[in-house]
């Protein structure tokens, strides 16, 4: 498994009064899941892409696997990282079967295993390969076009999984269903998830340790589903 661990990360955006993130010390441990709720504007989604390296701390360290992140290059942060937000992030000139094949394809999968690969993910999330493999994103509703994300994200096998209020627009009985499915990849493949949602229900579900943000991300609990429902 692969421990992520922020010490002291901050983030200051240009321009702003006060930083997004102050101070963040925290460990992932390796093949949990970990939920971050917290109110809109705490700085999860900050936290989350510096995780990724989409943005720089402006001060601090983070690790993923004992490996510090800024000497990871791209390749080696997508062969270690999946990514899935709310937004779903689609290449809009991609078919969903190129969206879910990308990472494969970067880091070098043959075409026959990515092929492979695209129609065992897409029934993942309930996708019937046959009818959606070939449309673009535009042609699907929202909740469809967060399931394609999903998808995206596990394709490569990743040990680490970065979600970003996945299944927001995903109706909720597909939305169970995808709970189940990642709650099996953590158990049985070991996968360490960083998940956020304001779905309280869901951060229980899904989280081993659930951590409560506030201003700042500031953690404000840090504690077992069980211990937080007893505070
Ligand atoms: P959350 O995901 O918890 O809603 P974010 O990480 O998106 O929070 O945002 C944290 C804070 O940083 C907010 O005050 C937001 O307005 C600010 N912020 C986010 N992205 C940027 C940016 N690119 N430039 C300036 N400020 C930003
Ligand atoms: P949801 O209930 O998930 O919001 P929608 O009502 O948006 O779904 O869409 C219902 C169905 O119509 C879905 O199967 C979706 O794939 C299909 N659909 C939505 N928009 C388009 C489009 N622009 N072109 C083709 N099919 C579409």
Redesign the pocket.
């Known amino acids: 498994g692969v421990e992520i661990h922020l010490d002291n990360v901050s ?1 200051r ?4 009064r006060t930083a ?2 102050d101070e963040v010390t925290m460990t992932i441990p390796a093949g949990e899941t970990v939920v971050f709720v ?12 510096m995780i990724n390296r989409l ?1 720089e701390p402006s001060a601090g360290r983070i690790t993923i696997g004992g490996e510090d992140a800024l000497k990871l290059d791209p390749d080696q942060l997508r062969r270690r990282i999946g990514y899935a937000i709310q937004q779903a992030g689609l290449f809009p000139h991609m078919t969903v079967g190129q969206n879910v094949g990308v990472v494969p394809g970067l880091v070098g999968w043959d075409k026959n295993k990515i092929a492979d690969r695209v129609e065992e993910m897409l029934d993942l999330v309930g996708l019937e390969p046959g009818e959606f493999r070939d449309r673009y994103p535009r042609q699907l509703s929202g909740g469809q076009q967060q399931r394609v994300g999903v998808a995206r994200a596990l394709a490569a096998d990743p040990p680490v999984l970065l979600m ?1 209020e996945p299944f927001g627009a995903v109706d909720p009985i597909t939305r169970g269903n995808l709970q189940d499915q990642l709650l099996r990849l953590q158990s049985e493949l070991g996968k360490t998830i960083v998940f ?1 949602t304001h779905d309280f229900d869901e951060a229980v579900k899904l989280g081993d340790r659930i951590a409560v ?1 506030g201003d700042r ?1 500031k953690i404000l609990q840090y504690d077992t589903p069980d211990a937080i429902l007893a505070n």
């Open positions: 983030k955006y240009p321009g702003q997004a993130v917290g109110p809109s504007g705490c700085g999860k989604t900050t936290t989350m892409k943005i970003d956020v943000l991300s």
